[in-house]
């Protein structure tokens, strides 16, 4: 409920009473580093004034419980939790997010526009802030096949919409840096706009290039050192602990009062395990302290930092003015948000939501599977005796380049369990072409059967790893029967699948059912093999050609560090 300006000043004055008022606070002031205690009185969706004396309407005693800003996630790829935006905020509410950056571009990479404004739909009048990065990289390059395209003249088409805020990771990093007309041309749409970064271990003069391009954050950070680098250029970090990339512990040494205003906090892409069982912001928070960081100076870089980075000078802190996105707990040292508001309206308690009036949401997105299974074929005739193997580094996104000696059998290069060499396959599944990149992988664990998806990023082809092909073959057959989604098959047949018939990312079913199909996968896979702590979650960051070293798509092999198709074959 918004208020009018002149009733806020009335009720800042003490003139007339607030409609809430939190007594007996310990505030947390990001502005100040302090913690005091205070009262906080709400008028409508904003703070009216912090002090004591004060009447409201309504007087809740918080009897010296601790009072912080909304958290406020700097980058998240809300598909990748496999919920549309409501049921996401269903699950980070509890967690004190009260407002996330999206950049939506996995399902602008299958729908193209279509995709975004269904994402943005979802969210109106949804109980959590979800603010856009236009997606700059649809395709992520032209080393892959996705279901769109899109150009500064699309991307100009959301300039007009308010909760459009910014420029998504400039993924095309190699093309920026050598000045791509076509990328630059986007950039220049969004001047005067928050433009994103994405550039693992670019340094030196290209880094330099990267910056003077206009960029402004990155957060493909994996040590201290390539953190200072950027930061020194004037870039802000985000700092991320995803399901498959694990960066804040060793970059918590960023955490220091010369610079620690330019950190943010980001989740980039979780899944529904681990946002349920660790949380989100707060679970980065949390970390952060209990390895030594000073609480305020934690939760500031999920609050205030990104606030101020996207210009969202509404929010971030608890002061007269600011929205009333606030979270109250009880244990700096092991913050769990019992109390979430949103606008001056209690979000969660105790980590239910409560009930919010909301027009009901159109889920329904236009069938993305267009493949001819029976016309495929993965096997690979042997040109050599040697063969490049994408080599898994584990919790990180980056891979090795290796080179192995291929097993072949009758006159086919096959998958070799015994040295954890599977066979990968990309299917493109947007247009009907029947293409097919083959490789090798080492990492996975498998030792029998397949396991395939639809969540490949950032294309978002079908991308199937196995010990066999029949397994792989059906696998794929599963997946378009459902029109995406994951499976986990063998020789005996389907053993897990967890559908997403929404754009072949996201599921149309609350999260419990979602967190139940998915551990029935994870279980499955293990099953055949795999110790990975997230398996799918891996398998769909293997065809990303933007992260180095090597990765497949549809076209083939990528070699990242240079930035071309390669041989599979030495």
């Known amino acids: 409920m918004s208020i009018e300006p002149e009733e806020l000043i009335r009720i800042a004055r003490g003139d007339q009473p607030a409609d809430l008022l939190l007594k007996n606070a310990r505030l947390i002031n990001v502005y100040s580093g302090e913690i005091y205690p205070t009262d906080i009185a709400i008028a409508g969706e904003q703070i009216a004034a912090i002090g004591q004396g004060y009447q409201a309407k309504e007087v809740i005693d918080l009897q010296g419980r601790y009072v912080c800003p909304g958290f406020i996630d700097a980058h998240v790829h809300i598909e990748s939790s496999m919920l549309p935006p ?155 602990e995803a399901t498959n990339a694990h960066n804040l512990e060793p970059l918590l040494g960023l955490f220091k009062p010369e610079y620690a205003s330019r950190i943010c906090l980001c989740t980039d892409d979780r899944h529904p395990a681990d946002l349920m069982d660790q949380g989100s912001i707060d679970y980065l928070i949390r970390f952060a302290i209990a390895h030594g960081v000073p609480p305020v100076m934690a939760i500031r870089a999920g609050t205030l930092n990104p606030a101020e980075y996207f210009h969202l000078y509404d929010r971030g802190a608890i002061a007269p003015g600011k929205r009333a996105d606030l979270v109250v707990f009880s244990d700096l040292q092991d913050l769990q948000p019992e109390l979430v508001y949103r ?139 459902m029109q995406g989604g994951m499976v986990v098959v063998d020789a005996t047949g389907v053993l897990a699948r967890l559908p997403l018939p929404i754009a072949g990312l996201m599921s149309d079913q609350p999260v419990a059912v979602v967190r139940e199909q998915y551990d029935q996968l994870a279980i499955a896979a293990a099953g055949l093999g795999s110790q990975l702590h997230d398996p799918f979650m891996a398998l769909s960051f293997m065809a990303l050609s933007v992260i180095p070293s090597l990765k497949l798509t549809d076209l083939g092999l990528v070699d990242v560090d240079k930035f071309e198709l390669t041989n599979l074959f030495v």
Not at 100 to 116: F, K, M, Q, T, Y
């Open 86 to 240: 409501r049921e996401f905020a269903r699950v980070v509410l509890p967690h004190g997010v009260t407002t996330v950056i999206s950049d939506p571009h996995e399902i602008a990479n299958v729908l193209g526009l279509e995709g975004i404004r269904f994402m943005l739909q979802d969210a109106k009048y949804g109980p959590l802030s979800m603010y856009v990065d236009a997606p700059s990289c649809v395709p992520a390059t032209s080393m892959e096949t996705s279901g769109s395209q899109l150009e500064f003249y699309d991307l100009a088409t959301l300039l007009g919409n308010d909760w459009v805020i910014g420029l998504g990771e400039v993924m095309n990093y190699p093309g920026t840096i050598q000045g791509d007309r076509r990328i630059l041309q986007k950039i220049q749409a969004f001047k005067g706009r928050v433009i994103d970064g994405h550039a693992p271990g670019v340094s030196g003069r290209d880094l330099n290039a990267y910056c003077a391009a206009g960029v402004g954050s990155d957060h493909e950070c994996v040590d201290l050192e390539e953190g200072l680098s950027k930061l020194r250029l004037g870039m802000t970090i985000f700092i991320r």
């Open 343 to 481: 606008g001056g309206q209690l979000a969660s308690k105790e980590g239910q939501v409560t009930p919010w009036e909301r027009p009901k949401s159109n889920t329904k997105t236009r069938g993305t599977i267009n493949v001819r299974v029976d016309a495929l074929d993965f096997s690979i005739p042997a040109e050599s005796n040697k063969v490049r193997v994408i080599g898994m580094v584990p919790d990180q996104l980056i891979t090795h380049n290796l080179v192995e000696s291929a097993l072949v059998v009758n006159g086919c290069a096959v998958a070799d369990p015994a040295r954890d060499i599977a066979k990968l396959a990309v299917v493109e599944r947007h247009f009907g072409t029947g293409r097919v990149g083959k490789a090798f992988i080492q990492g996975l664990g498998l030792k029998s059967g397949a396991i395939a998806c639809t969540v490949a990023h950032d294309h978002h082809n079908i991308v199937v790893a196995g010990m066999d092909d029949e397994s792989m073959l059906a696998a794929v057959r599963e997946i378009a029967g």
